[in-house]
């Protein structure tokens, strides 16, 4: 069955600096997986998706994350922090395009 | 329209109520799809249509949800004889095309759910 763990359910990191997110996930065959967020009372948006193409995948707002099938993880990075980051993050993997499995989220806060 | 369009925004239902919740999805989506969000979790599925047709209830907790989409289009999550566990957010979201992977997902804002 198809799932994903993410590793940490908070991340606090000051502004301008890195930021982690990790995910590992979980498949029977070569997955899906999507990075979204959720901003507080606003609807989930994509900030990238990997679908077998190329192993680093570039985002929007700066954000981009890793395919390793060595580890099975899809963490998530950003080289600065800024304060609109604040919010809630999924790791998601697809079940042979038919659903969306999430994590748990993570809450990112970013500290002035 | 220019986004998925869910309705109401809030809903407070009183144990046992009947609610019924609208997702409008993006004109010419024809994969529909509802989740469930409990406060503090991640959204679970619920239920998948493609235009009218269900491919996939498994994820409705019990007999009282009920998910239709009659015309391909607008769809109606109803959930009879509404208990507190049914507090949640209920999320809608589309796609167009067979390959949701590669051209993605659009979610609505949610109805948020509390059942006093």
């Known amino acids: 069955a198809q799932s994903v763990t993410q590793l940490d359910s908070h991340v606090s990191v000051s502004e301008g600096t890195p930021v982690l997110l990790r995910c590992n996930y979980s498949s029977s065959y070569s997955p899906s997986l999507f990075w979204y967020v959720q901003h507080p009372n606003k609807g989930l948006q994509l900030l990238l998706k990997?679908?077998?193409?190329?192993?680093l995948v570039k985002g929007i707002n700066g954000f981009e994350a890793e395919f390793k099938k060595s580890e099975t993880s899809f963490h998530l990075t950003k080289p600065s922090a800024h304060m609109s980051d604040a919010a809630e993050y999924f790791c998601v993997v697809s079940v042979y395009g038919n659903k969306l499995v999430f994590g748990a989220g993570t809450i990112l806060r970013v500290k002035s | 329209g220019a986004g998925v369009s869910q309705s109401p925004r809030y809903k407070v239902a009183k144990r046992g109520q009947d609610v019924a919740l609208r997702c409008d999805p993006i004109?010419?989506?024809?994969?529909l799809f509802w989740y469930q969000q409990a406060l503090g979790q991640g959204p679970e599925f619920l239920t998948y249509f493609q235009n009218e047709a269900q491919l996939d209830k498994s994820g409705l907790p019990s007999d009282r949800f009920f998910a239709e989409r009659p015309e391909g289009s607008v769809s109606t999550l109803k959930i009879q004889r509404t208990q507190q566990e049914d507090s949640a957010v209920y999320l809608c979201a589309s796609s167009k095309r067979r390959d949701r992977d590669n051209y993605g997902y659009t979610f609505g804002s949610g109805t948020r759910l509390t059942v006093v």
């Open positions: 004109s010419g989506h024809v994969s």
């Open positions: 990997y679908t077998s193409a190329a192993t």
